[in-house]
């Protein structure tokens, strides 16, 4: 997995069995709160692209109300989440918690 940050590309090995097993009970927690409303939602393979700062980011898990808009320059970057959901783990909670979060704020 990568993820992409200022244009720069950071290598993201596989996580843990836990966070894989958290990561599944979000999404189909939303799933199931979802079913029948218009909203879909997406695992981690679903590039979220932040307009304000050009950054892209692979949540955890993501819902988007309404149709997905794509970003105009990378047509595989949703760019209207509604809902943003990240598994924090040891290496990346501080930064999760912190420059990701007020980037996805903006």
Known sequence: MTRTNGGLILAMAGGTLEHARLTAAVIAALA??????????????????????????????????????????????????TVLVEVLSPSTVDYDRTEKLLDYRA
């Open 32 to 81: 199931s709160q979802l079913q029948g409303k218009r909203c879909a939602v997406f695992d981690s393979n679903a590039r979220v692209r932040v307009p304000a700062s050009g950054n892209a980011y692979y949540p955890g898990a993501s819902v988007v109300c309404g149709s997905a808009l794509t970003d105009p320059e990378d047509g595989l970057s949703m760019i209207n989440p």
